[in-house]
């Protein structure tokens, strides 16, 4: 089975600051990675994806991903963040399950928030 | 348009209650899933249909029955459950690719009292 963990469970920063949010994922095979976005009192969004191609994958809002093959790693960065990025953070993994569909594995997520 | 509907937003029942949750699609998408979110902690896969046909059940206890009358709904059906299946239930869709990206939809908040 699959296994995504995030390294830090709460990050607190100050308006403009770098956010760098870490994930690891245990799959040695072909591995679709996703970063989703919980807001307060709002449902789940897709921040960005990675399929295949260029490892350095752009998203929504100014946020940006690398992976990282050899390290097994999908980081979410941001160069400077607003207050409207606190929300919690979610690294996913997808497994194709033969015949039976797609089984999504989430990391236990990273609660952001960023002080005005 | 990636937007998936879910009814009721709020829900509350005791033990011995019969409710359903339900989830809707218009994207011609041909999975749909069941996620449980706890508070603070991630979502949790429950159930996958694909192309309307139950695909995995990732061992939901049987109070948890899901029904896919089409491809367009998905409903989660609850009977006789337990203080601690209070939750957030979220409801995602995807067109089935390989790969593919699930999209998914406000929750329904439930309470069993």
């Known amino acids: 089975a699959q296994s995504v963990s995030q390294h830090n469970h709460h990050v607190i920063l100050s308006e403009a600051a770098s956010l760098e949010l870490g994930c690891n994922y245990s799959?040695?095979?072909?591995?679709?990675l996703f970063w989703y976005v919980q807001y307060p009192g709002q449902h789940l969004q897709l921040l960005l994806k990675y399929f295949s191609g260029d490892p350095l994958v752009k998203g929504i809002k100014g946020f940006e991903a690398e992976f990282i093959k050899s390290k097994f790693s999908f980081n979410l960065r941001k160069p400077s963040v607003q207050w409207s990025d606190t929300a919690e953070y979610f690294c996913a993994v997808n497994e194709k399950i033969k015949a039976a569909g797609n089984k999504l594995t989430f990391g236990g997520g990273t609660r952001v928030l960023v002080k005005p | 348009d990636t937007e998936v509907t879910q009814t009721p937003k709020h829900l509350v029942m005791g033990m011995t209650n019969k409710k359903s949750l339900k989830c809707e699609q218009h994207?011609?998408?041909?999975?749909m899933y069941w996620y449980k979110q706890k508070a603070k902690k991630p979502p949790e896969l429950m159930f996958v249909y694909s192309y309307e046909k139950l695909s995995i059940n990732e061992s939901v206890p049987s109070r948890f029955s899901p029904e896919c009358p089409n491809s367009s709904l998905l409903n989660l059906h609850l009977h006789a459950l337990q203080p601690e299946d209070s939750a957030l239930y979220l409801c995602a869709s995807s067109q089935e690719l390989a790969p593919d990206t699930q999209y998914f939809g406000p929750g329904t908040r439930l309470t069993v009292l």
């Open positions: 994207m011609g998408h041909r999975a």
């Open positions: 799959y040695g095979g072909t591995v679709n």
